[in-house]
């Protein structure tokens, strides 16, 4: 079975900066559009950042400047670097993984899009 964990969330100050991390296992990555997602509480999930297997990225307009999604393949993680943080960033953060289609992250933030997805991380921004 397909394994994420995600791990880097935490409480910081608006403007701070927090790394997550997301570590894939029993499946190998590479070929697999990755991205992360965010739900606060009472809202919907929302995609924040995808990145397809050749390394091409793209960013919900809300985070766009201020957060930047990596992945190491030799890893089999995924990353997202927030920086300039603000409150309303404030959220669950989800790594998932779309491992049907070609890597290429054609379906956009399509919930039903990614069949795979971690238990999630607080991240918690103060003002």
């Known amino acids: 079975e397909v394994q994420l964990v995600e791990s880097g969330g935490g409480s910081v100050q608006a403007g701070g900066s927090l790394r997550l991390s997301c570590a894939g296992s029993?499946?190998?990555?590479?070929?697999?559009?990755m991205g992360w997602f965010r739900q606060a509480p009472g809202k919907d999930r929302k995609g924040v950042a995808s990145?397809?297997?050749?390394?091409?990225?793209k960013y919900a307009d809300s985070v766009k400047g201020r957060f930047t999604i990596s992945r190491d393949n030799a890893k089999n993680n995924a990353y997202l670097q927030m920086n300039s943080l603000k409150p309303e960033d404030t959220a669950i953060y989800y790594c998932?993984?779309?491992?049907?289609?070609?890597?290429?992250?054609?379906?956009?933030?399509?919930?039903?899009?990614?069949?795979?997805w971690g238990q999630g991380t607080q991240v918690t921004v103060s003002s």
């Open positions: 998932a993984a779309d491992v049907e289609d070609d890597g290429s992250c054609s379906g956009g933030f399509a919930l039903v899009r990614f069949g795979y």
């Open positions: 029993k499946y190998t990555y590479s070929s697999a559009c």
């Open positions: 990145i397809d297997s050749g390394g091409s990225t």
